[in-house]
């Protein structure tokens, strides 16, 4: 038995510049953190009693007799490359996938790497990433970008830099005092909305040739949040600002990323104290988060009431075997 825990991800600036179009011919870079809330996959083999070979159970369950028969593409394709067999998978998770958190890339993340303890081997957390990326855009065909899948495999607080060869991880230069505030004035609330972020990232992905004077300014946001963050003269309060300036830019790049009910709630915070937020993932609904200084969170606690506050805490293991019992 294998079981595996990885984290979900928040990703605060760079969004939409870890589309490979955009970050070979321009470079692309994300700030971004793995926090507390994950989802643990459980893997064993199958034993030989039953009229199926593979049971499966995530949101649905299935039982097959071949690989090729099982529905959850990621699954299929990824105990097909790995060339397994006679597999009882088990997903479960602390929060909803289809909500702008990566929950996708950490369920893929997590799968790889107890498919790779079963077989008793080991990988490290740069070619986890890579095949994650892999099995998600190459063998699935998924549209999106890489920040996902190689910000749940390191875990941490980090800027990813990508370019035409390849992609780089390195984890940001901040106090704990200073990190654990950020932390503290975060605040994060479930909409209600799930999407499938394949159909948005499409949209994007379709109008990034037409954006790209945003994506440009995106991508020069990143540089700019680093030096707030790094520099302890300056007042974390100029991040929250940023998120709101930012936010406004990536409304502008597809009208699938914000709704009429999103900027609603978006107003109320703002109106509350909230100096600035973001949805998390492609937009469309899921997670927001806002940057609250501690005298105005109960107030935007009560402007926005009637959604799941979550509480959250950064972490920095990335995605990890818990347990591992060999056959």
Known sequence: MII?????????????????????????????TTFDKYCYVHVRHLPAFFEYSTELSYSKTERVTSREEIKHPAIRECMKYLDLDHIRLTYEADLPARSGLGTSSSFASGMILAFYALQGKYIDKKRLADEAIYLERTLCQEVGGIQDQIAVAFGGFNRIDMN????????????????????????????????????????????????????????????????????????????????????????????????????????????????????????????????????????????????????????????????????
């Open 164 to 327: 035409e060869d390849g992609y780089s991880v390195r984890p940001l230069i901040i106090s704990p005092k200073r990190k654990q505030l950020f932390n503290e004035n975060l605040l994060m609330f479930f909409t209600g909305f799930t999407r499938f972020s394949s159909e948005i990232q499409s949209s994007v992905q379709q109008s990034q040739k037409e954006k790209n004077k945003q994506l440009l300014e995106i991508l020069s946001l990143v540089n700019e949040a680093e030096n707030i963050f790094t520099d302890e003269t300056k007042s974390l309060t100029e991040i929250g600002r940023l998120l709101d300036y930012t936010w406004k830019l990536k409304r502008g790049i597809a009208k699938e990323i914000s709704t009429d009910s999103l900027d609603e709630i978006y107003h109320k915070a703002m109106q509350a104290g909230a100096l600035g937020g973001k949805l998390l993932g492609a937009g469309g609904g899921g997670f927001f988060i806002f940057y609250v200084e501690e005298d105005k969170q109960e107030k935007v606690k009560e402007s926005l009431k009637d959604l799941l506050l979550i509480p959250v805490k950064f972490e920095n293991q990335g995605s990890e075997v818990i347990h591992y019992s060999p056959e």
């Open 4 to 32: 595996t825990k990885t984290p979900f991800r928040m990703s605060f600036f760079g969004g939409g510049t870890d589309f490979p179009d955009f970050f070979h011919e321009h470079t692309g870079a994300v700030i971004s």
